[in-house]
């Protein structure tokens, strides 16, 4: 006997709970934050984890103005004389600012050497962790289901 998935027409992903991708990356990213930066501290490297957390908070920051940005493309509209018209140079401008702000940043850390630029970088990494992790979730669920429901 060979159980079928139905899916549901209106919402075709929400089996895969896409929608709350966002919230889950920031979960993720927290718990690796948290992770790590307890492992450094036991370790006795405090510098190392001041740094860590700086780059994880610098690329938390990131994460939120991307999808701020992002979100404001898609929703935000304007009305003008000539219908619907989209405004994108707040958002154009910001986009550039986080690059500015990270850039200045980690220029003091590597210039300056107060901080361990190596723990800096690696907490900058830390949302590509957080979407690696998400992207073997979704690997993992996927063979689960094909191999119990079947592949279709």
């Keep these: 006997m060979r159980v079928t998935r139905i899916m549901d027409d209106r919402n075709p992903f929400g089996n895969w709970n896409i929608g709350n991708v966002g919230n889950r990356l920031v979960t993720i990213s927290l718990l690796i934050a948290l992770f790590v930066t307890s492992i450094l501290l036991l370790l006795g490297k405090f510098l190392l984890a001041l740094s860590f957390t700086l780059g994880a908070l610098i690329s938390f920051l990131n994460f939120l103005w991307l999808k701020q940005g992002i979100d404001t493309l898609i929703t935000t509209t304007k009305k003008d004389s ?43 990494f830390l949302f590509v962790a957080a979407v690696l992790i998400e992207c073997c979730y979704h690997l993992i669920k996927g063979i689960v289901e094909d191999f119990i429901y079947g592949a279709s």
């Design 82 to 124: 000539k219908g619907i018209k989209r405004s994108i140079r707040p958002v154009i401008l910001k986009y550039f600012l986080r690059y500015i702000f990270i850039g200045l940043i980690l220029y003091v850390i590597v210039y300056f050497e107060s901080l361990e630029a190596v723990g800096a970088f690696a907490g900058l």
